[in-house]
């Protein structure tokens, strides 16, 4: 699953730590979200895209072989 978690974070001026805290994991887990080694819950896609007001399809997109 692509993402663009990073350019997002990069718009609204947020570190992965600060992300991370306002969504209630870790730094490490964004960081493996951002590298596309892991692949977040619905929950977790759904706290993500609130924060940044976008809908999950504009934030996490499925790839040909997801």
Partial sequence: ????????????????????????VSRQTINSIEKNRYV???????????IFDKSVNEIFELEQDD
Avoid at 1 to 24: P, Y
Avoid at 40 to 50: D, F, G, Q
């Fill in 40 to 50: 977040p819950s619905t929950v977790l896609a759904l706290k993500i895209s609130e």
């Fill in 1 to 24: 699953m692509k993402n663009t978690l990073k350019v997002q974070r990069a718009i609204k001026d947020l570190t992965q730590e600060a992300l991370a805290n306002k969504i209630g």
